[in-house]
């Protein structure tokens, strides 16, 4: 038995409330993140590359997370850190947003022979783990940010095309779209304007959980030994140096490992207000 369009509409009442609660409290939290690491100069207590004679330290008034093995303060780390993991997250997610959003429209409009060279090619690559694949150009190119930033976009494209391609498969068959080819609109504008507006609200969900995903694959790759080299500090790099002294000085551990959490839940909980507040499943 069907639910009355009433209850339909409470529902979906509902459900775009909370959307738009989820999307404040994960907005603030971005807000509070992105704070913290554009200003991370001023906001670090001290320089993190400096070392004292105060190793391992606890937590105190002078250190709030303690110190690190040669003494560097844990937060100010922690806090510069950010800078860096953000900057080489955003900045690949972005690269593969780009090149996904071509892709995928080009895939999906235009379909036949194009269509399937498109998806093939992204199969090949889809195919394999992310953080196989990512492992193994890294290691290629060589650990730096443009080489870490070139490698998450790569690897999370094909993801995005997907996302892209699928919506635009259904929505070029809509009547305006029809209509509007009918009258002679060029395919060009005819997509900027009556497909990708469309299509623009599960992109933005996808590349909010990507984001969240590509923390976790950067960290993964820091950890490694495959990030930005020494002396800049980040997360995962982070991690990896304190993993041996844990039980000497666990803050070391559990500073850089809540800073993961809270980036990767802030884009989790992004989505999800989006996916509610843009009514995502409608777009079929």
Known sequence: MQ?????????KGAGITQGWLLLGVGLAMLAAML??????????????????????????????????????????????????????????VLIALVAGL?????????????????????????AFPVLLLAIAVV???????????????IVYTPAMARVVRAPVLSVKQWDHVEAARSV???EMRLVLRHILPIVVSP??????????QTIFTVTALSFLGLGPPPPDPNWGGMLS???????????????????????TLTFIIIANGLREVLDVGSVR
């Open 35 to 92: 704070v913290l690491t554009i200003f991370a100069p001023l906001v670090a207590p001290y320089d993190p590359s400096v070392t004292s004679p105060d190793s391992l330290a606890p937590a105190s008034a002078a250190h709030w997370l303690g110190t690190d093995s040669i003494g560097r303060d844990v937060l100010s780390r922690l806090i510069v850190g950010g800078r860096t993991t953000l900057l080489i997250t955003v900045s690949a």
């Open 139 to 153: 290691a290629a190119l060589g650990p730096s940010v443009p080489n870490l930033i070139l490698t998450i976009a």
């Open 184 to 186: 002679g609109m060029s």
């Open 241 to 263: 140096e304190a993993r041996q002294f844990m039980e000497l000085a666990p803050l070391t551990v559990v500073g850089p490992a809540l800073a993961i959490v809270f980036a």
């Open 102 to 126: 071509i892709l995928g429209l080009a895939a999906g409009y235009l379909g036949g022979r194009t269509d399937e060279i498109i998806m093939r090619l992204l199969d090949v690559v889809f």
């Open 203 to 212: 992109i933005l969900v996808a590349t909010s959980l990507t984001l969240s």
């Open 3 to 11: 639910d009355s369009a009433p209850v339909v509409a409470a529902r």
